[in-house]
């Protein structure tokens, strides 16, 4: 049963922006910390970024640190990932999932959304 849904991936060039989206009809995002994480073609999933209850307190891999930021908009149940300056290695599937850094819940995550960065 999918309860996150994530939009926003695209194809976009070396250098590019793009805002990622997970959403929920059933799910209050607000109520638990949040990850992103990326599965690049023929790799595991790598973890990428986690907010607890409040915005301030967001964790990023060390790849996207200074480079995506991660925030919730509570009033909107949907959390986003702002990616900016993006390079090859950022190409993955993208997925949201409930839990934090240490204890996001794989099975949660929507079907993830494609970010292609190419030429």
């Known amino acids: 049963q999918v309860q996150l849904v994530e939009s926003g991936g695209d194809l976009v060039q070396p250098g590019g922006s793009l805002r990622l989206s997970c959403s929920s009809s059933?799910?209050?995002?607000?109520?638990?910390?949040m990850t992103w994480v990326r599965q690049a073609p023929g790799k595991g999933l790598e973890w990428v970024s986690s907010?607890?209850?409040?915005?301030?307190?967001?964790k990023y891999a060390d790849s996207v640190k200074g480079r995506f930021t991660i925030y919730r908009i509570d009033a909107k149940n949907t959390l986003y990932l702002q990616m900016n300056s993006l390079n090859s290695d950022d190409t993955a599937m993208y997925y949201c999932a409930k839990g934090g850094r240490l204890n996001y819940e794989p099975d949660s995550r929507g079907r993830g959304t494609q970010v292609t960065v190419s030429p």
């Open positions: 907010i607890g209850l409040a915005n301030w307190d967001s």
């Open positions: 059933e799910f209050t995002l607000s109520s638990r910390a």
